[in-house]
């Protein structure tokens, strides 16, 4: 691929912080010389344009948003034949010590994703957890293992991701 990709980074969310996340994939792979857009899964119609795509998820109970699913599974042929990125963004990402790894396994679709459309690459991200959205079984559980409530995110580990789908972009 080359410099100029046309890259679309299409995202669901529920509160926000998945849209954050996407955005700044999106800056930063415009940074490194590619077209992008940055939509809502719910407002990209087709693939057509696009040598790449960048897409991602807000996790709630285990799953992706809907709409989400349903923009995969609906485009499963062509996400299949142009490199893809996934991600989440869930309660703790993947580097959170303790219960990471554990909540890597989000979402439950993930696997069928995987056959679908083979992602170069696949991540989770932590996002912000408001207290009142949680319910007081789930805070005590949340706090029990280290969580932390407010802006989770990473923002030098998802630009790190970002600068290094930049460069397999550039990569011939």
Do not use: C
Not at 43 to 66: E, K, T
Not at 137 to 164: C, M, Q, T, V, Y
Request: hydrophobic share 40%; charged share 25%; glycine share 10%.
């Amino acid at each position: 691929m080359s410099e100029g990709a046309r890259v679309l980074v299409a995202y669901a969310t529920g509160h926000g912080s998945t849209r954050d996340v996407a955005e700044r994939i999106a800056t930063r792979l415009a940074e490194a010389g590619a077209q992008v857009d940055a939509r809502p899964v719910d407002d990209v119609d087709n693939l057509a344009g696009y040598d790449a795509v960048v897409l991602g998820s807000g996790v709630y109970h285990q799953s992706w948003i809907p709409s989400a699913t349903e923009f995969l599974r609906a485009n499963s042929a062509a996400l299949a034949a142009r490199p893809v990125w996934l991600f989440s963004v869930g309660s703790f990402g993947d580097t959170h010590r303790g219960i990471g790894k554990l909540m890597r396994r989000e979402p439950r679709e993930i696997g069928e994703f995987h056959d679908a459309i083979h992602p170069r690459e696949y991540r989770v991200f932590a996002g912000v957890l408001q207290r009142h959205q949680w319910p007081l079984p789930s805070r005590l559980f949340f706090h029990a293992f280290g969580g932390r409530f407010g802006d989770n995110r990473d923002w030098p580990e998802i630009e790190g991701w970002a600068k290094s789908i930049a460069r397999t972009l550039k990569s011939p």
